[in-house]
């Protein structure tokens, strides 16, 4: 991985516009159409990182140890446990994914409605040319609430949001942490064809903060058996902080993986 590849702090540019590199508060033009120009910009940097927290999807939980993990990951149950370990494992961004989901349930609720939670002890590290080390760091705890044929994402306790801390061993000054809080919900009732929607925020620790919505009528798709990121679907992203604000919108409609944003295009996992 060359440095030109890796994710820059989301807060540092998080001033400059959702999509822009450089430029101006508000600004929505890519510096470039490469995959560098997308992986360094808040809005590729803010879907990637909802990427790697839901790895291990609620179609997966609710196979059991008949799901087919992404490459890099495994699972092993006990006692209503089970503990979901990535080892060289692809992040979204092209980096490694290390560490650990604990998934613990489902328990049995009212009528058909069941619960568990995902604890994330996860890290994605991305190496750059001069050795320098940028890292994402996963902590916090994930509700899941199933039922017959749909799955509610929330956050495990409405007051401790999941934790997305941004590490750079060169440039400390650009470290900051990301408060996570997701809204979605899985429609589940097709195992060839699970469809996302509903929306999530990360709320940055420089006070600029990022929403995400992402409509039923075109919600992120993934087709297990093809590929484990979403092959279709789009996200409707906006910014406020201190800067200014700005809106983009993020497509998945080019094929497997392919994330499009403003004319760039980066395949996760760095496929």
């Known amino acids: 991985m060359n440095a030109g590849s890796a994710i820059a702090p989301l ?5 400059l516009g959702l999509t822009a590199c450089a430029g101006a508060s508000g600004s929505t033009s890519v ?10 910009a808040p809005a590729g940097a803010s879907v990637m990182v909802f990427i790697d927290l839901e790895q291990i999807r609620p179609d997966l939980i609710r196979q059991g140890a008949a799901a087919a993990l992404p490459p890099g990951v495994q699972a092993a149950a006990g006692d209503g446990v089970t503990t979901y370990t990535f080892n060289h494992c692809a992040a979204a961004n092209g980096g490694v994914l290390a560490g650990t989901i604990t998934v ?3 328990v049995p609720g009212d009528g058909a409605v069941q619960t568990c939670t995902e604890a994330y002890q996860l890290t994605a590290t991305t190496t750059l040319a001069d050795n320098a080390t940028q890292t994402w760091t996963y902590t916090g705890r994930q509700l899941v609430t199933f039922t017959a044929a749909a799955a509610r994402l929330s956050l495990a306790d409405a007051n401790a949001p999941i934790l997305a801390a941004f590490r750079d061993s060169a440039v400390p ?13 899985q429609d589940i009732g097709d195992p060839a064809r699970m469809a996302l929607s509903g929306g999530y925020s990360l709320a940055g620790s420089d006070g600029n903060d990022i929403t995400c919505t992402i409509s039923p009528g075109d919600p992120l798709v ?3 058996a093809a590929c484990r990121f979403p092959a279709s679907g789009s996200l409707g992203l906006a910014l406020a902080g201190p800067g200014g604000s700005d809106q983009t919108t993020a497509s998945f409609n080019s094929g497997c993986g392919n994330l499009s944003i403003g004319g760039a295009r980066v395949a996760l996992g760095g496929q």
């Open 222 to 224: 993934w087709i297990p």
């Open 104 to 106: 613990t349930g489902p």
């Open 11 to 15: 807060g540092v540019l998080g001033i």
């Open 173 to 185: 000054a650009g470290n900051k942490v990301y408060a996570f809080t997701p809204s979605l919900t």
């Open 31 to 40: 510096s470039g159409t490469d995959p560098a120009s997308l992986r360094n």
